[in-house]
Protein backbone atom coordinates (compact mmCIF):
# COMPACT_ATOMS: atom_id res chain seq x y z
CA UNK A 1 0.00 0.00 0.00
CA UNK A 2 1.81 3.15 -0.88
CA UNK A 3 1.74 5.76 2.12
CA UNK A 4 1.86 9.82 1.87
CA UNK A 5 2.36 12.47 3.69
CA UNK A 6 1.99 16.35 4.83
CA UNK A 7 3.88 18.72 3.68
CA UNK A 8 3.95 21.67 7.44
CA UNK A 9 6.94 24.01 7.32
CA UNK A 10 9.11 22.42 4.48
CA UNK A 11 9.13 19.10 6.16
CA UNK A 12 7.00 15.90 5.27
CA UNK A 13 5.32 14.82 8.01
CA UNK A 14 3.27 11.53 9.39
CA UNK A 15 -0.28 13.21 10.69
CA UNK A 16 -1.40 12.31 14.59
CA UNK A 17 -3.09 9.62 12.39
CA UNK A 18 -3.71 7.61 9.61
CA UNK A 19 -6.40 6.46 7.06
CA UNK A 20 -6.99 4.31 4.61
CA UNK A 21 -7.70 5.90 0.85
CA UNK A 22 -10.39 3.87 -1.40
CA UNK A 23 -9.78 3.57 -5.11
CA UNK A 24 -13.40 4.18 -6.07
CA UNK A 25 -13.14 1.48 -9.12
CA UNK A 26 -12.62 -1.44 -7.13
CA UNK A 27 -14.21 -0.41 -3.89
CA UNK A 28 -10.82 -1.35 -2.18
CA UNK A 29 -8.09 0.29 0.19
CA UNK A 30 -5.08 0.93 -2.38
CA UNK A 31 -2.99 4.10 0.13
CA UNK A 32 -2.74 5.10 3.68
CA UNK A 33 -2.95 8.58 4.31
CA UNK A 34 -2.03 10.92 6.95
CA UNK A 35 -4.45 12.23 8.87
CA UNK A 36 -4.10 16.01 10.64
CA UNK A 37 -6.14 16.77 13.38
CA UNK A 38 -5.96 19.76 15.76
CA UNK A 39 -2.02 19.86 16.65
CA UNK A 40 -1.09 19.49 12.89
CA UNK A 41 -3.71 22.11 11.82
CA UNK A 42 -1.72 24.27 14.67
CA UNK A 43 1.51 23.52 13.20
CA UNK A 44 0.64 24.30 10.07
CA UNK A 45 -1.18 27.65 10.52
CA UNK A 46 2.01 28.64 12.76
CA UNK A 47 4.22 27.96 9.90
CA UNK A 48 2.49 29.99 7.53
CA UNK A 49 2.45 32.74 10.07
CA UNK A 50 5.83 32.92 10.68
CA UNK A 51 7.02 32.52 6.90
CA UNK A 52 4.89 35.94 6.05
CA UNK A 53 6.02 38.27 8.71
CA UNK A 54 10.05 36.71 8.89
CA UNK A 55 12.26 34.94 6.49
CA UNK A 56 13.19 35.02 2.73
CA UNK A 57 9.27 35.58 1.93
CA UNK A 58 8.41 38.76 3.06
CA UNK A 59 11.42 40.30 1.68
CA UNK A 60 11.31 38.45 -1.66
CA UNK A 61 10.45 40.78 -4.60
CA UNK A 62 7.44 40.41 -6.88
CA UNK A 63 9.77 39.10 -9.51
CA UNK A 64 11.41 36.61 -7.39
CA UNK A 65 7.80 35.55 -6.58
CA UNK A 66 6.85 34.76 -10.29
CA UNK A 67 9.79 33.06 -11.03
CA UNK A 68 9.23 30.47 -8.05
CA UNK A 69 5.87 30.41 -9.73
CA UNK A 70 6.93 29.77 -13.41
CA UNK A 71 8.81 26.54 -11.85
CA UNK A 72 6.19 25.47 -10.12
CA UNK A 73 4.60 25.62 -13.64
CA UNK A 74 7.14 24.01 -15.41
CA UNK A 75 7.12 21.00 -11.95
CA UNK A 76 3.64 20.31 -12.73
CA UNK A 77 3.67 19.78 -16.12
CA UNK A 78 7.13 17.64 -16.08
CA UNK A 79 4.99 15.82 -13.57
CA UNK A 80 2.10 15.95 -15.86
CA UNK A 81 1.78 11.81 -15.85
CA UNK A 82 2.65 11.22 -12.06
CA UNK A 83 -0.11 13.48 -10.73
CA UNK A 84 -3.39 12.56 -13.42
CA UNK A 85 -2.17 8.79 -12.02
CA UNK A 86 -2.77 9.68 -8.74
CA UNK A 87 -5.67 11.90 -8.98
CA UNK A 88 -7.33 8.91 -11.58
CA UNK A 89 -6.34 6.51 -9.00
CA UNK A 90 -7.70 8.22 -5.45
CA UNK A 91 -10.89 9.88 -7.06
CA UNK A 92 -11.81 7.83 -10.37
CA UNK A 93 -11.95 10.87 -12.20
CA UNK A 94 -10.99 9.22 -15.57
CA UNK A 95 -7.30 9.54 -16.58
CA UNK A 96 -8.29 11.00 -19.95
CA UNK A 97 -9.59 14.06 -18.26
CA UNK A 98 -6.78 14.22 -15.54
CA UNK A 99 -4.35 14.14 -17.98
CA UNK A 100 -6.20 17.04 -19.99
CA UNK A 101 -7.00 19.06 -16.63
CA UNK A 102 -3.21 18.89 -15.61
CA UNK A 103 -2.07 20.91 -18.49
CA UNK A 104 -4.06 23.65 -17.85
CA UNK A 105 -3.09 23.24 -14.16
CA UNK A 106 0.27 24.21 -15.41
CA UNK A 107 -1.06 27.12 -17.78
CA UNK A 108 -3.18 29.07 -14.77
CA UNK A 109 0.00 28.40 -12.68
CA UNK A 110 2.08 30.08 -15.25
CA UNK A 111 -0.51 33.07 -15.54
CA UNK A 112 -0.41 33.63 -12.17
CA UNK A 113 3.48 33.72 -12.18
CA UNK A 114 3.40 36.46 -14.82
CA UNK A 115 0.84 38.20 -12.52
CA UNK A 116 3.32 38.80 -9.61
CA UNK A 117 4.85 42.04 -10.54
CA UNK A 118 1.51 43.47 -12.16
CA UNK A 119 0.11 44.33 -8.85
CA UNK A 120 0.29 47.58 -8.18
CA UNK A 121 -0.50 50.01 -5.75
CA UNK A 122 -1.90 53.83 -6.33
CA UNK A 123 -0.99 57.47 -5.58
CA UNK A 124 -4.35 59.22 -4.38
CA UNK A 125 -4.47 63.39 -5.89
CA UNK A 126 -5.19 64.26 -2.21
CA UNK A 127 -6.69 67.86 -2.04
CA UNK A 128 -3.48 68.64 0.57
CA UNK A 129 -0.32 70.49 -0.79
CA UNK A 130 1.66 69.28 1.92
CA UNK A 131 0.62 65.80 1.63
CA UNK A 132 1.57 63.04 -0.30
CA UNK A 133 -0.68 59.77 0.08
CA UNK A 134 -0.34 56.28 -1.71
CA UNK A 135 -2.10 53.21 -1.50
CA UNK A 136 0.02 49.79 -0.82
CA UNK A 137 -1.22 46.67 -1.97
CA UNK A 138 -0.22 43.91 0.92
CA UNK A 139 -0.81 40.37 1.32
CA UNK A 140 -4.02 39.32 3.01
CA UNK A 141 -1.90 37.23 5.06
CA UNK A 142 -2.69 33.78 6.31
CA UNK A 143 -5.06 31.93 3.74
CA UNK A 144 -6.57 28.66 4.74
CA UNK A 145 -7.55 26.52 1.47
CA UNK A 146 -9.95 23.45 1.67
CA UNK A 147 -11.02 21.90 -1.58
CA UNK A 148 -13.12 19.05 -2.70
CA UNK A 149 -12.10 15.79 -4.40
CA UNK A 150 -13.09 16.48 -7.74
CA UNK A 151 -10.09 18.10 -9.23
CA UNK A 152 -8.25 19.17 -6.42
CA UNK A 153 -5.29 20.25 -8.38
CA UNK A 154 -7.17 22.93 -10.37
CA UNK A 155 -8.98 23.76 -7.79
CA UNK A 156 -6.33 24.26 -5.78
CA UNK A 157 -4.54 26.19 -8.50
CA UNK A 158 -6.87 28.29 -8.77
CA UNK A 159 -6.12 29.62 -4.90
CA UNK A 160 -2.61 28.90 -4.68
CA UNK A 161 -1.76 30.72 -8.13
CA UNK A 162 -2.93 33.96 -6.76
CA UNK A 163 -2.09 34.02 -3.02
CA UNK A 164 1.61 32.85 -3.87
CA UNK A 165 1.48 36.01 -6.67
CA UNK A 166 -0.13 38.02 -3.87
CA UNK A 167 2.94 37.40 -1.21
CA UNK A 168 0.88 35.12 1.03
CA UNK A 169 1.31 32.32 3.24
CA UNK A 170 -1.12 29.12 3.52
CA UNK A 171 -2.70 26.24 4.51
CA UNK A 172 -4.26 23.98 1.93
CA UNK A 173 -6.28 20.71 2.86
CA UNK A 174 -7.04 18.05 0.76
CA UNK A 175 -10.04 16.76 0.61
CA UNK A 176 -10.33 13.40 2.73
CA UNK A 177 -12.08 11.61 -0.02
CA UNK A 178 -8.76 11.34 -2.71
CA UNK A 179 -6.03 13.38 -1.36
CA UNK A 180 -3.26 11.71 -2.97
CA UNK A 181 -2.47 14.07 -6.07
CA UNK A 182 -2.07 17.33 -3.56
CA UNK A 183 -0.05 15.64 -1.40
CA UNK A 184 2.05 14.59 -4.52
CA UNK A 185 2.22 18.23 -5.45
CA UNK A 186 3.77 19.04 -2.33
CA UNK A 187 7.13 17.62 -3.29
CA UNK A 188 6.69 19.80 -6.56
CA UNK A 189 6.42 22.92 -4.27
CA UNK A 190 9.29 22.18 -2.20
CA UNK A 191 11.30 21.32 -5.24
CA UNK A 192 10.23 24.89 -6.19
CA UNK A 193 12.05 26.50 -3.33
CA UNK A 194 9.64 28.16 -1.52
CA UNK A 195 10.36 29.05 1.69
CA UNK A 196 9.53 26.88 4.56
CA UNK A 197 5.65 27.62 5.53
CA UNK A 198 4.77 29.37 2.75
CA UNK A 199 2.64 26.52 1.32
CA UNK A 200 1.50 23.91 4.02
CA UNK A 201 -0.53 21.00 2.64
CA UNK A 202 -2.15 18.89 4.90
CA UNK A 203 -5.57 16.47 4.82
CA UNK A 204 -7.74 15.28 7.18
CA UNK A 205 -10.89 15.05 8.33
CA UNK A 206 -13.84 17.88 8.03
CA UNK A 207 -15.59 18.08 11.10
CA UNK A 208 -11.84 18.22 12.79
CA UNK A 209 -8.99 19.22 10.06
CA UNK A 210 -11.33 21.54 8.33
CA UNK A 211 -12.82 22.86 11.31
CA UNK A 212 -9.67 23.84 12.93
CA UNK A 213 -8.59 25.25 10.61
CA UNK A 214 -11.04 27.35 9.52
CA UNK A 215 -11.49 28.73 12.93
CA UNK A 216 -7.91 29.42 13.62
CA UNK A 217 -7.03 32.33 15.13
CA UNK A 218 -4.46 33.20 13.03
CA UNK A 219 -5.99 32.54 9.89
CA UNK A 220 -6.84 36.17 7.95
CA UNK A 221 -9.09 34.54 4.83
CA UNK A 222 -10.79 31.39 3.92
CA UNK A 223 -10.75 30.15 0.29
CA UNK A 224 -13.75 27.26 0.24
CA UNK A 225 -14.54 25.03 -2.49
CA UNK A 226 -17.27 22.49 -1.61
CA UNK A 227 -21.08 22.25 -0.87
CA UNK A 228 -23.36 24.43 0.55
CA UNK A 229 -23.74 22.95 3.74
CA UNK A 230 -19.97 22.71 4.62
CA UNK A 231 -19.69 26.39 3.37
CA UNK A 232 -22.06 26.84 6.22
CA UNK A 233 -19.99 25.46 8.70
CA UNK A 234 -17.21 27.57 7.19
CA UNK A 235 -18.97 31.00 7.86
CA UNK A 236 -19.58 29.98 11.52
CA UNK A 237 -16.37 29.24 12.06
CA UNK A 238 -14.87 32.02 10.62
CA UNK A 239 -17.24 34.04 13.34
CA UNK A 240 -14.48 32.96 15.48
CA UNK A 241 -11.60 34.62 13.97
CA UNK A 242 -13.60 37.22 11.57
CA UNK A 243 -11.55 36.34 8.17
CA UNK A 244 -12.71 37.08 5.00
CA UNK A 245 -14.34 34.13 2.90
CA UNK A 246 -14.56 33.11 -0.71
CA UNK A 247 -16.79 30.35 -1.05
CA UNK A 248 -17.08 28.44 -4.45
CA UNK A 249 -20.41 26.01 -4.36
CA UNK A 250 -22.94 24.05 -5.87
CA UNK A 251 -24.59 24.13 -9.11
CA UNK A 252 -27.49 22.89 -10.62
CA UNK A 253 -26.94 24.89 -14.19
CA UNK A 254 -29.49 25.12 -16.95
CA UNK A 255 -28.70 23.97 -20.17
CA UNK A 256 -30.90 26.14 -22.88
CA UNK A 257 -31.63 24.46 -26.36
CA UNK A 258 -33.88 26.62 -28.86
CA UNK A 259 -35.43 24.40 -31.74
CA UNK A 260 -33.11 27.14 -34.31
CA UNK A 261 -29.65 25.56 -32.62
CA UNK A 262 -27.75 23.35 -34.36
CA UNK A 263 -28.80 20.15 -32.43
CA UNK A 264 -26.03 17.67 -33.19
CA UNK A 265 -23.10 20.22 -31.84
CA UNK A 266 -25.70 21.28 -28.66
CA UNK A 267 -25.96 17.33 -27.47
CA UNK A 268 -22.28 16.90 -28.03
CA UNK A 269 -21.83 19.95 -24.77
CA UNK A 270 -25.01 18.58 -23.53
CA UNK A 271 -23.51 14.71 -23.10
CA UNK A 272 -19.75 16.35 -22.26
CA UNK A 273 -21.23 19.18 -19.68
CA UNK A 274 -23.34 16.37 -17.78
CA UNK A 275 -21.26 13.19 -17.96
CA UNK A 276 -18.03 14.27 -18.19
CA UNK A 277 -15.95 13.74 -14.74
CA UNK A 278 -19.27 11.03 -14.05
CA UNK A 279 -21.42 14.33 -13.67
CA UNK A 280 -19.34 15.35 -10.65
CA UNK A 281 -18.54 19.03 -11.58
CA UNK A 282 -20.01 22.36 -10.09
CA UNK A 283 -20.80 23.62 -13.32
CA UNK A 284 -22.20 20.11 -14.55
CA UNK A 285 -25.28 21.43 -17.07
CA UNK A 286 -27.93 19.13 -14.98
CA UNK A 287 -30.93 20.71 -16.48
CA UNK A 288 -32.05 20.65 -19.80
CA UNK A 289 -34.24 22.89 -20.97
CA UNK A 290 -35.12 22.33 -24.55
CA UNK A 291 -37.79 23.82 -26.45
CA UNK A 292 -40.73 21.54 -26.60
CA UNK A 293 -40.86 20.98 -30.61
CA UNK A 294 -37.44 20.06 -30.80
CA UNK A 295 -37.43 17.70 -27.39
CA UNK A 296 -38.38 14.32 -28.89
CA UNK A 297 -35.30 14.54 -31.60
CA UNK A 298 -33.01 16.22 -29.02
CA UNK A 299 -34.06 13.42 -26.68
CA UNK A 300 -33.30 10.68 -29.35
CA UNK A 301 -30.15 12.43 -29.69
CA UNK A 302 -28.74 12.21 -25.98
CA UNK A 303 -30.02 8.68 -25.46
CA UNK A 304 -28.07 7.28 -28.30
CA UNK A 305 -25.11 9.11 -27.11
CA UNK A 306 -25.26 8.36 -23.26
CA UNK A 307 -25.98 4.62 -24.24
CA UNK A 308 -22.69 4.47 -26.70
CA UNK A 309 -20.58 6.02 -23.92
CA UNK A 310 -17.27 3.71 -22.86
CA UNK A 311 -17.59 2.83 -19.05
CA UNK A 312 -14.82 1.58 -17.77
CA UNK A 313 -11.88 1.56 -15.47
CA UNK A 314 -10.49 5.01 -14.87
CA UNK A 315 -7.09 4.41 -15.71
CA UNK A 316 -8.00 3.29 -19.60
CA UNK A 317 -7.15 5.94 -21.84
CA UNK A 318 -10.32 4.55 -23.61
CA UNK A 319 -12.83 4.65 -21.02
CA UNK A 320 -15.52 7.96 -21.18
CA UNK A 321 -17.31 7.63 -17.47
CA UNK A 322 -15.69 5.95 -15.14
CA UNK A 323 -16.66 5.43 -11.29
CA UNK A 324 -17.71 8.14 -8.70
CA UNK A 325 -15.60 8.96 -6.21
CA UNK A 326 -16.85 8.12 -3.33
CA UNK A 327 -19.89 5.16 -1.98
CA UNK A 328 -21.51 7.83 -0.35
CA UNK A 329 -22.03 9.99 -3.88
CA UNK A 330 -22.92 6.68 -5.28
CA UNK A 331 -25.76 5.76 -2.65
CA UNK A 332 -26.76 9.82 -2.92
CA UNK A 333 -27.02 9.54 -6.74
CA UNK A 334 -29.00 6.33 -6.28
CA UNK A 335 -31.53 7.52 -3.89
CA UNK A 336 -32.04 10.54 -5.63
CA UNK A 337 -32.75 9.09 -8.97
CA UNK A 338 -35.12 6.66 -6.72
CA UNK A 339 -36.82 9.73 -5.24
CA UNK A 340 -37.53 11.57 -8.21
CA UNK A 341 -38.85 8.29 -10.27
CA UNK A 342 -41.61 8.16 -7.39
CA UNK A 343 -42.40 11.50 -8.05
CA UNK A 344 -43.24 10.54 -11.14
CA UNK A 345 -40.15 11.39 -13.92
CA UNK A 346 -39.82 9.28 -17.10
CA UNK A 347 -36.74 7.29 -17.20
CA UNK A 348 -35.65 7.72 -20.73
CA UNK A 349 -32.23 5.67 -19.68
CA UNK A 350 -29.50 4.71 -17.61
CA UNK A 351 -30.86 4.58 -13.52
CA UNK A 352 -28.73 1.62 -12.94
CA UNK A 353 -25.35 0.65 -11.56
CA UNK A 354 -23.09 -1.89 -13.82
CA UNK A 355 -22.64 -4.84 -12.57
CA UNK A 356 -19.34 -5.80 -10.69
CA UNK A 357 -16.92 -3.99 -8.20
CA UNK A 358 -16.97 -0.05 -7.47
CA UNK A 359 -18.96 3.19 -7.18
CA UNK A 360 -20.15 3.02 -10.59
CA UNK A 361 -23.90 4.65 -11.96
CA UNK A 362 -24.89 4.36 -15.72
CA UNK A 363 -25.16 8.06 -17.29
CA UNK A 364 -29.10 8.63 -16.92
CA UNK A 365 -31.36 11.23 -18.45
CA UNK A 366 -35.13 11.94 -16.61
CA UNK A 367 -37.57 13.04 -18.50
CA UNK A 368 -39.27 15.83 -15.71
CA UNK A 369 -41.89 17.43 -17.58
CA UNK A 370 -45.28 17.11 -15.88
CA UNK A 371 -43.66 16.39 -12.44
CA UNK A 372 -42.44 18.03 -10.34
CA UNK A 373 -39.52 16.33 -9.46
CA UNK A 374 -36.78 16.78 -6.75
CA UNK A 375 -33.84 15.93 -9.46
CA UNK A 376 -34.94 19.58 -10.36
CA UNK A 377 -33.44 21.48 -7.75
CA UNK A 378 -31.00 19.04 -5.32
CA UNK A 379 -27.43 18.62 -6.91
CA UNK A 380 -26.60 15.06 -7.90
CA UNK A 381 -22.93 15.71 -8.40
CA UNK A 382 -23.35 12.78 -10.15
CA UNK A 383 -24.11 11.31 -13.84
CA UNK A 384 -27.47 12.30 -13.78
CA UNK A 385 -29.72 14.65 -15.95
CA UNK A 386 -32.91 16.54 -15.78
CA UNK A 387 -35.20 17.69 -18.76
CA UNK A 388 -37.96 20.27 -19.11
CA UNK A 389 -39.59 21.53 -22.03
CA UNK A 390 -40.52 25.46 -22.88
CA UNK A 391 -42.75 27.17 -25.21
CA UNK A 392 -42.00 30.26 -25.43
CA UNK A 393 -38.73 32.19 -24.46
CA UNK A 394 -39.68 34.00 -21.23
CA UNK A 395 -40.45 30.64 -20.08
CA UNK A 396 -37.05 29.15 -20.82
CA UNK A 397 -35.61 32.64 -18.41
CA UNK A 398 -38.09 31.39 -15.83
CA UNK A 399 -37.26 27.99 -15.94
CA UNK A 400 -33.56 28.63 -16.00
CA UNK A 401 -34.11 30.84 -12.87
CA UNK A 402 -35.89 28.65 -11.23
CA UNK A 403 -33.21 27.15 -8.87
CA UNK A 404 -31.41 28.31 -5.42
CA UNK A 405 -28.12 28.22 -7.39
CA UNK A 406 -26.29 30.48 -9.64
CA UNK A 407 -23.42 29.23 -11.15
CA UNK A 408 -23.64 28.67 -14.70
CA UNK A 409 -25.49 28.64 -17.89
CA UNK A 410 -25.37 27.64 -21.35
CA UNK A 411 -27.57 28.80 -23.92
CA UNK A 412 -27.54 27.24 -27.82
CA UNK A 413 -29.44 29.14 -30.46
CA UNK A 414 -28.31 30.76 -33.59
CA UNK A 415 -30.22 34.12 -33.03
CA UNK A 416 -27.54 36.13 -31.26
CA UNK A 417 -30.23 38.46 -30.50
CA UNK A 418 -32.19 36.20 -28.85
CA UNK A 419 -28.61 34.84 -26.78
CA UNK A 420 -27.97 38.60 -25.51
CA UNK A 421 -31.35 38.94 -24.00
CA UNK A 422 -31.22 35.93 -22.00
CA UNK A 423 -27.12 36.45 -21.13
CA UNK A 424 -28.41 39.61 -19.93
CA UNK A 425 -31.49 37.70 -17.58
CA UNK A 426 -30.01 34.84 -16.30
CA UNK A 427 -29.08 34.21 -12.90
CA UNK A 428 -25.48 32.66 -12.99
CA UNK A 429 -21.57 33.67 -12.87
CA UNK A 430 -21.18 32.05 -16.14
CA UNK A 431 -23.04 31.86 -19.34
CA UNK A 432 -21.30 30.17 -22.22
CA UNK A 433 -23.48 30.37 -25.87
CA UNK A 434 -23.24 28.14 -28.19
CA UNK A 435 -20.15 26.26 -26.13
CA UNK A 436 -19.99 24.50 -22.45
CA UNK A 437 -17.31 24.59 -19.87
CA UNK A 438 -14.60 26.58 -21.54
CA UNK A 439 -12.12 27.78 -19.07
CA UNK A 440 -9.15 30.18 -18.92
CA UNK A 441 -7.16 31.51 -16.59
CA UNK A 442 -7.60 35.20 -17.58
CA UNK A 443 -11.48 34.37 -17.23
CA UNK A 444 -12.65 35.11 -13.73
CA UNK A 445 -14.73 31.98 -12.42
CA UNK A 446 -17.68 32.11 -10.04
CA UNK A 447 -21.52 32.20 -8.85
CA UNK A 448 -24.44 33.91 -7.39
CA UNK A 449 -26.98 32.80 -5.00
CA UNK A 450 -26.62 28.95 -3.22
CA UNK A 451 -23.92 28.79 -5.69
CA UNK A 452 -21.30 31.41 -3.31
CA UNK A 453 -19.44 34.55 -3.53
CA UNK A 454 -15.93 35.42 -4.89
CA UNK A 455 -14.60 34.97 -8.29
CA UNK A 456 -11.59 32.59 -9.16
CA UNK A 457 -9.00 33.47 -12.33
CA UNK A 458 -8.21 36.64 -14.03
CA UNK A 459 -6.49 39.21 -12.34
CA UNK A 460 -9.37 40.43 -9.81
CA UNK A 461 -8.66 36.92 -8.04
CA UNK A 462 -4.88 37.71 -7.34
CA UNK A 463 -6.06 41.64 -6.20
CA UNK A 464 -8.90 39.93 -4.01
CA UNK A 465 -5.24 38.07 -1.68
CA UNK A 466 -4.38 41.58 -1.32
CA UNK A 467 -5.28 44.50 1.39
CA UNK A 468 -4.63 47.96 0.98
CA UNK A 469 -2.50 49.94 3.15
CA UNK A 470 -3.57 53.98 2.95
CA UNK A 471 0.05 55.54 3.75
CA UNK A 472 0.04 59.69 4.67
CA UNK A 473 3.66 61.31 4.15
CA UNK A 474 3.69 64.92 5.23
CA UNK A 475 6.02 66.38 2.55
P1 LIG B 1 -17.81 19.13 0.91
O1 LIG B 1 -18.41 20.45 1.12
O2 LIG B 1 -18.36 17.94 1.59
O3 LIG B 1 -16.23 19.11 1.27
C1 LIG B 1 -15.35 20.06 0.77
C2 LIG B 1 -14.21 20.22 1.74
O4 LIG B 1 -14.69 20.76 2.95
C3 LIG B 1 -13.48 18.92 2.09
O5 LIG B 1 -12.09 19.16 2.13
C4 LIG B 1 -14.03 18.61 3.47
O6 LIG B 1 -13.14 17.87 4.27
C5 LIG B 1 -14.21 20.00 4.05
N1 LIG B 1 -15.16 20.06 5.16
C6 LIG B 1 -16.23 19.25 5.40
N2 LIG B 1 -16.85 19.61 6.54
C7 LIG B 1 -16.17 20.66 7.04
C8 LIG B 1 -16.33 21.49 8.19
N3 LIG B 1 -17.31 21.28 9.07
N4 LIG B 1 -15.46 22.51 8.36
C9 LIG B 1 -14.46 22.74 7.48
N5 LIG B 1 -14.24 21.98 6.39
C10 LIG B 1 -15.10 20.96 6.15
O7 LIG B 1 -17.82 19.01 -0.66
P2 LIG B 1 -17.59 17.71 -1.47
O8 LIG B 1 -18.78 16.85 -1.23
O9 LIG B 1 -16.21 17.21 -1.21
O10 LIG B 1 -17.62 18.32 -2.96
C11 LIG B 1 -18.79 18.49 -3.67
C12 LIG B 1 -19.31 19.91 -3.61
O11 LIG B 1 -18.33 20.84 -4.05
C13 LIG B 1 -20.47 20.06 -4.57
O12 LIG B 1 -21.51 20.80 -3.98
C14 LIG B 1 -19.86 20.82 -5.73
O13 LIG B 1 -20.75 21.48 -6.55
C15 LIG B 1 -18.89 21.71 -5.04
N6 LIG B 1 -17.89 22.21 -5.99
C16 LIG B 1 -17.89 23.55 -6.34
C17 LIG B 1 -16.97 24.03 -7.27
C18 LIG B 1 -16.93 25.48 -7.67
O14 LIG B 1 -15.90 25.93 -8.13
N7 LIG B 1 -17.99 26.24 -7.53
C19 LIG B 1 -16.04 23.17 -7.82
C20 LIG B 1 -16.07 21.84 -7.43
C21 LIG B 1 -16.99 21.38 -6.50
Redesign the pocket.
Given at each position: MQRFQCYINGEFTDGEARFESIDPATGLAWAEMPEAREADVDRAVEAAHNALQEGAWPKMTATARGKLLYRLADLVAENAGKLAELETRDTGKIIRETSAQIAYVADYYRYYAGIADKIEGAHLPIDKPDMDVWLRREPIGVVAM??????QLF?SAVKIGPALAAGCTMVV?????GPAPLLEFARLVHEAGFPAGVVNIITG???S???A??RHPRVDHIA????????R??VR?SAENLASTSL????KSPFIVFADADLESAANAQVAGIFAATGQ??VAGSRLIVESTVKDRFLEILKAKAEAIRIGSPLDMATEVGPLATRRQCEHVQDLVARSLAAGVRLVTGGTAPEGAGFYYRPTILDCDGSPSPSLDN?F?GPVLSVLSFETEAEALRLANDTRYG?AAGVFTQNLTRAHRLMKGIRAGIVWVNTYRAVSPIAP???FGL??HGR?GGLAAALDYTRTKTVWLRT
Open positions: VVPWNSLKASEDFGPCGALSFTGGPETAHINELGGSCEFLFGGSGE
